[in-house]
């Protein structure tokens, strides 16, 4: 089970930090990924965190800005998004898998999803 916390509603420049707290997997080795999607937009993939070699992932829209991390005693992983923009407005999802997928970016790949939490980013 995956539950995402921590979206809402922030102004252009500022910062919101997501929360996935995952329960029910079989090893600790699991990985853990963001993804969003905007309303009219494809669901975007935008990082992850291997947590079998501490890995981490970003695609170029969340280098640089986006920071993901873990707390493996909280079973939790936080994606920590600053300098937010108003194209960050999304849905963002906590996505989980067994093992990292071939294709760490390819959201269909992840068996487990959480339920979403809303991020809006005002201009």
């Known amino acids: 089970q995956l539950v995402e916390s921590g979206g809402g509603l922030v102004q252009t420049g500022g910062s919101l930090r997501l929360s996935c707290k995952a329960s029910?997997?079989?090893?600790?080795?699991?990985?853990i990924a963001w993804m969003r999607q905007a309303p009219g937009k494809e669901r975007d993939v935008i990082s992850c965190?291997?947590?079998?070699?501490?890995?981490?992932y970003y695609s170029d829209s969340a280098k640089g800005r986006f920071a993901i991390s873990r707390d493996n005693a909280k079973n939790t992983v936080y994606l920590q998004m600053n300098s937010l923009k108003p194209e960050d407005t999304a849905e963002y999802y906590c996505?989980?898998?067994?093992?990292?997928?071939?294709?760490?970016?390819?959201?269909?790949?992840?068996?487990?999803w959480g339920q979403g939490t809303q991020v809006t980013v005002s201009s």
């Open positions: 029910g997997f079989t090893s600790d080795d699991y990985v």
């Open positions: 996505l989980g898998n067994d093992e990292l997928p071939v294709e760490w970016d390819d959201y269909l790949l992840y068996d487990y």
């Open positions: 965190y291997s947590n079998s070699d501490g890995k981490k």
